[in-house]
């Protein structure tokens, strides 16, 4: 199914965010890579730049707080599927050239003293890959304190260790931290993902 103009903005808007940031993206920038005009771009978001920024990264921030998930769903034991989430994370990054992996991390380190509705919005992305990374490490067995204790080490772990994987052009930071996180965690069980009944899952679908 082709994409909306809309849509097609706020992809590239993220993209282009990805790789340099807020400030050196300027709404000609978010045109060419969208294909849309420059009156387009004004005529869906008004707001500017501004606007168009802020719901691309909300935009990002839901499809990025499913990767931790994701990643680990496979796994029965919270150490090996720590280790195998950081092991992907690393792939991936070398995989890309060591390109930025989410514009959140990178806007919010930028913006947080110089635009506030961007510090804003990025710290209720933050709050959501908390809360929903505490929901799910609770689901598949973990006591609440443990749970928000582990999204947010795993959270912090992954963005420095980005940082430190872009810069240095090397997958060490990431497969060390996560040697260093699964360590502590090696044989505590992650219970089965609750499934939905087949009607539920018919429903939601539909």
């Known amino acids: ?23 050196a993206v300027a709404m000609k920038d978010v045109a060419a890579a969208s294909g849309a005009p420059i009156g387009s771009l004004y005529h869906h978001f008004p707001g500017g730049k501004l606007q168009i920024a802020r719901e691309a990264l909300v935009n990002a921030g839901v499809a990025y707080g ?21 092991g992907q994370a690393a792939e991936d990054m070398a995989a890309t050239g060591f390109a930025n992996m989410c514009p959140v991390a990178s806007v919010a380190a930028e913006t947080a003293d110089t635009v506030p509705e961007l510090r804003e919005t990025t710290a209720g992305i933050f709050t959501g890959w908390l809360d929903g990374g505490a929901d799910y490490f609770r689901s598949r067995g973990l006591a609440p304190d443990a749970a928000r204790d582990l999204i947010v080490a795993l959270v912090g ?20 931290a996560g040697r260093a996180l699964a360590d502590g965690h090696r044989g505590v069980p992650l219970t089965a993902q609750p499934r939905l009944p087949l009607d539920d899952v018919a429903n939601a679908s539909s």
């Open 66 to 86: 499913q990767l931790i998930p994701t990643l680990m769903a496979p796994h029965d034991d919270l150490g090996v599927a720590i280790e195998a989430a950081f």
């Open 1 to 23: 199914m082709a994409r909306s103009t809309r849509e097609s903005i706020l992809t590239a808007a993220a993209e282009l965010m990805r790789s340099r940031g807020y400030a």
């Open 157 to 176: 772990a992954l963005e420095g260790a980005f940082v430190l994987a872009r810069t240095l052009r090397s997958t060490e930071p990431l497969l060390v």
